[in-house]
């Protein structure tokens, strides 16, 4: 099968060494991860926006290629990423393929707008956890002043499916020697950093001694204020990011506000043995490996509490195979072949 990947959403150029080289989002490492696994099965190609022709390449047997490029390909899927403003435009492009839409994010509340594209083009969506999926269909459905002929319109129902987004099959815990001191936050700075920065702020008045490093992927926010004993590593390899996780009391994340739709940080945690302190929003329940990870983010004296139990007594946690590389493309596998 010739597979495509359409890439319209990617703020930076990659490809399969990116990973090692520096920093890079959940979503573009999910699609690379995903990509070089299914090459031994497939053909597959990867489109991105920013790609001119001249830079179209083979990596390690998947092609990076650029929206020109991919145009002129006959692929019989179509995986499109994230943009619900293309679900059209792709599925016109390539009116043979079977279609997928591979949202990641949180689908805009207006989902519902997209329902005649998406059955017209026969898309099937693809979740990244349970809950992801029901928000999607959810969000799908039109608001409750839509005129009735709306409602019916969208069946048959679009079918959305549930692939979680892998784990390098390596991940295991190691004989680092975990530091009671450190606390670490991984996600982008929209993802509630200057939350967290309050409460660690607070903790800090308990523990003086704690410090918290922030590894950041994502855009820099300069009007966040950077409080002592905060060190920013900035944009950093992935290995280099997962050696300061085993490093960590914890990865420090009770933002109560930003949904995770699948959440890379608290399996890749998890794979680890190292916990994640979080509040229970959006996929965290349903990823994290056990429950006494999960805290009220809203309320700083159970924050201070749990760190304070944990640097006794640091729970013992391991992650969930089924967020495996193996595993995870043996779903990708079972769902093309369905197609």
């Known amino acids: 099968m010739n597979l495509l990947f359409y890439d319209v959403a990617t ?200 410090k918290l490093l922030i590894c950041n992927p994502g855009n820099w926010d300069s009007t966040i204020t950077i409080p002592n004993s905060v060190q920013v590593l900035g944009t950093i390899p992935h290995y280099q990011v997962m050696e300061q996780v085993r490093r960590s009391l914890c990865v420090f994340y009770p933002q109560t506000k930003r949904a995770e739709t699948f959440g890379l940080i608290y399996a890749e945690a998890n794979a680890v043995g190292t916990p994640v302190l979080a509040h229970p929003v959006g996929s965290a329940k349903e990823v994290l490996s056990d429950p006494i990870q999960l805290v009220n983010g809203k309320r700083i004296k159970a924050v201070i509490r749990k760190i304070d139990e944990w640097r006794t007594k640091r729970p013992i946690i391991q992650g969930k195979d089924e967020f495996r590389l193996q595993q995870v493309t043996k779903n990708w596998l079972h769902l093309l072949a369905d197609n």
């Open 11 to 210: 703020p930076t150029l990659y490809h399969h060494t990116t990973l090692y080289e520096r920093g890079l989002g959940g979503t573009e490492a999910t699609i690379i991860r995903i990509a070089h696994s299914l090459k031994n099965n497939h053909t597959v190609y990867i489109a991105q926006h920013c790609r001119s022709s001249q830079d179209d390449c083979d990596f390690d047997g998947v092609q990076y290629i650029s929206l020109a490029s991919a145009n002129r390909l006959t692929p019989d899927a179509v995986v499109l990423l994230r943009e619900y403003e293309w679900i059209n435009r792709v599925g016109e492009l390539f009116p043979q393929a079977k279609h997928y839409f591979w949202i990641h994010n949180l689908p805009p509340r207006d989902l519902y707008i997209t329902n005649h594209a998406l059955r017209k083009h026969k898309y099937e969506i693809i979740a990244v956890s349970h809950f992801h999926k029901q928000t999607i269909i959810k969000r799908l459905k039109p608001a409750w002043y839509q005129p009735f002929r709306a409602l019916k319109r969208i069946n048959p129902a679009i079918k959305v499916s549930v692939i979680y987004n892998p784990i390098d099959d390596l991940l295991y815990p190691d004989y680092t020697k975990w530091d009671p001191n450190q606390l670490i936050f991984l996600s982008s700075p929209h993802k509630g950093l200057a939350e967290c920065l309050k409460l660690f702020v607070n903790i800090l008045k308990q523990f003086p001694d704690m």
